[in-house]
């Protein structure tokens, strides 16, 4: 799949309502909010173990691959239920945490 494909499955996820599932080769199963996309990144902001902090990062596109989580639904109260979202597979250990 091109980067243009991939940018132009993640787009629809861009939405601070919705969460994605995002696979690192260290950690899975973590929820992640689509910030934005370009040609070459991807941005996230991803959840912590800390409350009310995320940790935002920008993925390249070359090493994520777009499929679909079919263990989650989609959250928006305003839109129709989807018993899918978003599933973000990137080919690298998840960047540390900075507090």
């Known amino acids: ?39 070459e990144l991807v941005d996230l902001s991803i959840e912590t173990k800390a409350p009310h902090i995320t940790q935002r ?9 777009v499929s679909e989580d079919l263990g989650h639904y989609t959250r928006d109260p305003e839109r129709p239920l989807k018993h899918r979202r978003l599933m973000l597979i990137v080919d690298e250990k998840r960047p540390p945490v900075i507090y």
């Open 1 to 39: 799949m091109t980067n243009h494909e991939k940018r132009k499955k993640i787009i629809p996820w861009i939405d601070p309502e919705e969460r994605v599932t995002v696979h690192f080769l260290d950690e899975k199963d973590l929820n992640a909010e689509v910030t934005g996309t370009t040609e």
């Open 57 to 65: 990062i920008s993925v390249p596109l070359r090493i994520t691959e």
